[in-house]
């Protein structure tokens, strides 16, 4: 390490990637600490490399924004050591501090992104556009604000240096690029959208929008742009938070926010709606004491979220009520005042539905008298109307019971309704049928689930009991409706059924049940236990190395992938160390995800000569 550049002295490391080192630095003329980025030696007398570094100094350098990395000075193409210095960051970086604290509440992910959308729009604003926004690229600072940084690839909007990228060559990390730019196409400040969707998707939910095995698969994947529905990996984000991701996330530049000031209003529009007034003051809070902020904003958010709900109620603005309280129970299972509202809907709905058959019978009524009155020969044709009225009368039978073939009903928006649990005398609680939670040794292998008889006939509430919850169910080979609190139980005729459990984003073995409902009051309970898949782990490191997890729970070398069996959770926290011949042994710990591949990036420092 050099003890000094030019007037900077050098401290200490604190960053490392693979186009420069960053070490803490006293400068000397101004007595002040800053940030000093050294491009790696062998790097120097590239060219190519040069250019790059030269376009981050002058790209950051016009930017004066509170969320954009500040630099201060920059050695110059000729210097033998190429650095940039810069404002020195607190950090950790936005990737670091969630593996710290884990999900962050959604409000929390959107606070984040208004700064991050903030800084985005200068940077357009000034023909800058960044097309590496990632976490690892945004770091915190002093604890109350997000600083977005290394604009080592930003595209120049600007036609006298736009020779300095090199056509068709793809630069960028693969899970946050936009699909244009997979693809060589050209960037604009939507492809900084896309990637900034990816960052709210993977803060609200705690999962990227695409994974793969290699990077390859990511990139297939982002060009296919289909992520999983946020919704489904995490109902408390809420439609309305899911809605402004996925227009991120679109895939046609032109179907997404045209510009980052128009996210960022939207964003503050979401949380002005929940009774958050500042994003800086609420981002400060949270950083400040993460566990008590998140217990202040759940219950802030299920008031502004049932106040809503109640004046939608009043409105019958039925729509907008279901989004609210969806989330409402989603955020607290089982809240007593969400379940009232739902019923207050419920029962409006079946006073419109007898209102309208009442007047629709009453016409036919109508119409047949007069025809007998009227009509010659007609004697007994107001029968025939009449009854042909009545076939027309809407069912009695709740939105969402299942119809003659057993598959439930969902033409009617009723259908996406949960209803309080019905009271089940003594007598017949234990006649619920509770499947056991045992795995199924195949993949998707239908396992028989033997009944309860009753002699009481019509049909029968099921509710399901997932575990893990995080999943999509099939109902007698229906399409998949994600397990939420709009779909936790259903009606079905008595008789048998079919129940396919299916896992997102790949972190669980599919799960088939079949299973004989009884007839009668009370319900049946089917409950499903999925396997979790393998996590797998892939390290880089500069040199070959052996890779050991939980103290040989599982082991394998860099560059290869590790499987990792998960058993408690679907994200779970294990021990890892990395080691290499004439090398310090790195240890830490990982978060690792059911069916992902998580990759670590690790820089073995040499031993010391003895």
């Known amino acids: 390490m050099l003890p000094r550049i030019d007037r900077y002295e050098i401290t200490n490391e604190i960053g490392h990637g693979g186009m420069a080192t960053v070490y803490r630095a006293r400068d000397t003329r101004l007595d002040r600490w800053v940030a000093v980025k050294v491009m790696h030696p062998h790097l120097r007398g590239t060219e190519q490399a040069r250019a ?17 990395l500040e630099i201060y000075d920059y050695s110059g193409n000729d210097s033998d050591n190429a650095y940039i210095a810069t404002e020195l960051l607190t950090g950790p970086t936005l990737k670091g501090f969630l593996e710290q604290v884990g999900v962050v509440p959604p409000e929390i992910a959107v606070a984040i992104c208004v700064d991050l959308a903030r800084g985005l729009s200068a940077a357009h604003a000034q023909g800058i556009v960044h097309r590496d926004v990632k976490p690892e690229n945004v770091l915190l600072h002093e604890a109350r604000l997000v600083k977005l940084t290394d604009f080592g690839i930003a595209d120049m909007l600007d036609p006298s240096m736009s020779a300095m990228t090199a056509t068709g060559q793809i630069l960028g990390s693969p899970a946050h690029m936009a699909p244009e730019q997979v693809e060589g196409g050209d960037t604009d400040a939507r492809s900084d959208i896309f990637a900034l969707g990816t960052i709210l998707y993977w803060l609200a939910t705690g999962s990227l929008p695409f994974t793969g095995k290699n990077p390859h698969q990511v990139l297939k994947r982002v060009v296919d742009c289909a992520p999983v529905d946020p919704l489904a990996l995490r109902p408390a984000i809420g439609r309305d938070l899911r809605d402004i991701i996925l227009r991120c996330l679109a895939k046609q530049p032109a179907d997404r926010y045209q510009s980052a000031e128009q996210l960022a209003q939207d964003l503050e529009k979401y949380l002005a709606a929940l009774g958050i ?24 958010v299920l008031e502004g979220l049932l106040v809503h709900a109640r004046k939608a109620v009043a409105a019958r603005d039925r729509a907008r009520a279901i989004t609210l309280l969806d989330r409402v129970l989603a955020l607290e299972d089982g809240h007593a005042e969400g379940l009232r509202l739902l019923a207050a809907l419920d029962r409006a709905a079946k006073r419109r539905i007898f209102a309208r058959a009442a007047v629709v019978a009453l016409a036919a009524s109508l119409v047949a008298t007069l025809w007998v009155t009227f009509v010659p020969g007609s004697e007994g044709a107001g029968d025939r109307v009449a009854a042909a009225a009545s076939r027309e009368v809407p069912s009695a039978r709740p939105p969402g019971a299942a119809g003659a073939h057993g598959k439930a009903a969902t033409s009617a ?95 669980c073995e599919d799960r088939v049940l079949e299973v004989d409902v009884p007839a009668g009051p009370g319900e049946t309970v089917v409950a499903a236990k999925l396997p979790f898949r393998p996590a797998r782990v892939y390290v880089v490191s500069d040199v070959p190395a052996d890779v050991q997890i939980d103290d040989g729970a599982a082991v394998g070398r ?39 591949v998580t990759q670590l990036d690790v820089a073995l420092k040499p031993s010391a000569a003895p």
């Open 52 to 68: 790059r570094f030269s376009r981050e100094a002058r790209a950051v350098a016009k930017l004066k924004h509170a969320s954009i």
């Open 277 to 300: 007034a500042d994003s800086h003051e609420a981002l400060e809070a949270y950083l400040r004491d993460p566990a008590a902020e998140t217990a202040r904003l759940h219950a802030q």
């Open 413 to 507: 928006p009723e259908a996406s309704i949960e209803r309080p649990k019905p009271d089940v005398p003594p007598a017949d609680q234990s006649s619920a049928t509770v499947p056991p939670r045992r795995a199924a040794s195949v993949r998707g292998a239908r396992e028989r689930v033997a009944p309860v008889v009753s002699e009481a006939s019509g049909p029968r509430t099921v509710r399901f009991d997932p575990d893990p919850a995080n999943v999509s169910i099939s109902v007698d080979d229906a399409p998949a409706r994600h397990f939420g609190p709009s779909f936790r139980m259903l009606e079905l005729p008595a008789g048998h059924h079919s129940f396919r459990f299916i896992g997102a984003h790949d972190c």
């Open 558 to 596: 860099s560059r290869s992938l590790i499987n990792v069996p998960i058993e408690r959770s679907y994200i779970e926290r294990r021990r890892i160390s990395v080691t290499a011949p004439g090398h310090e042994a790195y240890t830490g710990s990982i978060q690792l995800r059911a069916g992902q």
